[in-house]
């Protein structure tokens, strides 16, 4: 199991029978919707076979950036 | 400059008291600023959230990471996102406060770092940066970035251009690496860090960021930090940038103060062309506007790997 972003790249809004159809399957949890997009929790198989029968539809597994360090470092290290 | 200096619990350090009137980069580069720059442009900036500030303004936002409350779009105790803010949108005056490039400009808060967390999810900056499309945002600033090309963030940069948003972002801070995703994105506009001899005290930690490219004038470089390649749209002011913090002010070095610097000086250049904002929200108007701004770009000397199409007066 892992987490995925189901994202409608279609006109408009998600379509109310696709987000059905998603919510409805099984071994599968939404974590969050928006306008365009779900999170889920599921097997990658499983989002790979599903989301190839939906137009419109991507996947893309959940990732972490990490934050820029902007604070000033010195540049030379002390030697040990 | 103290050198290899062994901290211990009786080592006493002298620190330069900020100055907030101090001609940093920024303020060398954009000494015209006023307080009417950037009227009627609406900026979005997807960070670590925007704290209360008194030379802030913060029109609204959201939170999008997943489990925590969607209002609570104040910086998450890290500060990055206010310092980007103010760059952007402070609206003091020294000696008692800071001002940005465009202190006019309707400012929103997209907080996309958890409380306290270093790390952001991909669903939470692109659940971000459509909420900020949705919102009417005209720029959307993304001071962040990783090696990784993301699929989903590249959707939602699309979403943006088609409906007349700019997204600007950081090329990173990797030391001459390639440019950072979303930078690197084609649809994005991707920005560089300059500095400029002088414009910091001459005993501090940005004087290691001194490195060449030097530009026409010799005083100018490109930030040691910066990523380059052929990405690279623009370069802005990114050492030892004096911006707002939570609780106070700061310096700070990266390519996250010149990606800001750049979307504040481009809010400045559309706010007077009404004729292309009042475009329909697609777009053309998107392209137009990122058109505008790097028509107003001039060459500092540095080469297009390092500057893309250089400075936005």
Redesign the interface.
């Known amino acids: 199991m892992g987490r995925y972003i189901l994202r409608f790249t279609g006109t408009g809004p998600k379509p109310a029978s696709d987000v059905e159809r998603i919510r409805a399957t099984p071994k599968l949890t939404v974590l969050d919707d928006s306008t365009h997009m779900m999170l889920v929790e599921a097997g990658e198989k499983h989002i790979e076979k599903m989301i190839a029968t939906m137009p419109g539809w991507s996947w893309s597994p959940e990732r972490t950036i990490r934050l820029p360090d902007s604070r000033p470092k010195p540049r030379r290290t002390p030697k040990d | ?1 103290k ?4 901290v211990s619990s009786d080592t006493s350090i002298a620190l330069i008291r900020l100055s907030l009137g101090y001609v940093d980069c920024l303020r060398y580069f954009y000494r015209a600023t006023t307080p009417k720059s950037g009227k009627g442009i609406k900026v979005g900036v997807v960070d ?1 959230g925007i704290a209360e500030h008194p030379d802030l303004e913060i029109d609204g936002g959201e939170n ?1 990471v ?1 489990g925590e409350d969607k209002t609570e779009f104040r910086d998450n105790g ?1 500060g ?1 996102g206010t ?1 980007v803010a103010g760059i952007i949108a402070a609206r003091g005056q020294p000696p008692a406060g800071v001002r940005g490039m465009a202190p006019a400009v309707t400012l929103r808060s997209y907080r996309v ?1 958890g409380k306290g ?7 939470a ?3 971000a940066i ?2 900020a499309v ?1 919102d009417g945002c005209d720029l959307i600033n993304l ?4 090696s ?1 090309v ?3 963030i590249e ?2 940069i ?2 943006a251009r088609s409906r007349g948003s700019l997204v600007i972002a ?1 090329a ?2 990797d030391r001459r690496q390639p440019v950072s995703f979303p930078a690197s994105y084609s649809l994005s506009l991707a920005v560089s860090a300059m500095g400029r001899k002088g414009t910091f005290p001459s005993a ?3 004087r ?2 001194v490195a060449s490219p030097y530009g026409t004038d010799k005083k100018n470089f490109v930030a ?1 930090f910066s990523n380059i390649g052929p990405e690279i749209d623009l370069t802005a002011p990114g050492v ?1 940038v004096i911006s707002t913090y939570p609780g106070g002010y700061a ?7 010149a990606c800001p610097a750049a979307a504040g000086a481009a809010a400045a250049i559309l706010s007077p062309r009404v004729e292309l904002l009042g475009l329909p929200r697609a777009s053309a108007r998107s392209e137009a506007m990122a058109r505008a701004v790097l028509e107003q770009a001039q060459t500092l000397g540095f080469g297009s790997l390092y500057e893309g199409q250089g400075l936005v007066r």
Do not use: C, P
């Open positions: 400059m050198k290899n200096l062994t670590t999008t997943v890290k990055h310092h770092f967390s270093d790390s952001a999810s991909n669903y900056i692109t659940k459509d909420r949705e001071s962040l970035g990783s990784e993301d699929e989903a959707s939602a699309q979403y950081a990173g801070n501090t930690t940005q290691g960021e040691a030892g310096v700070l070095d990266g390519t996250s103060m």
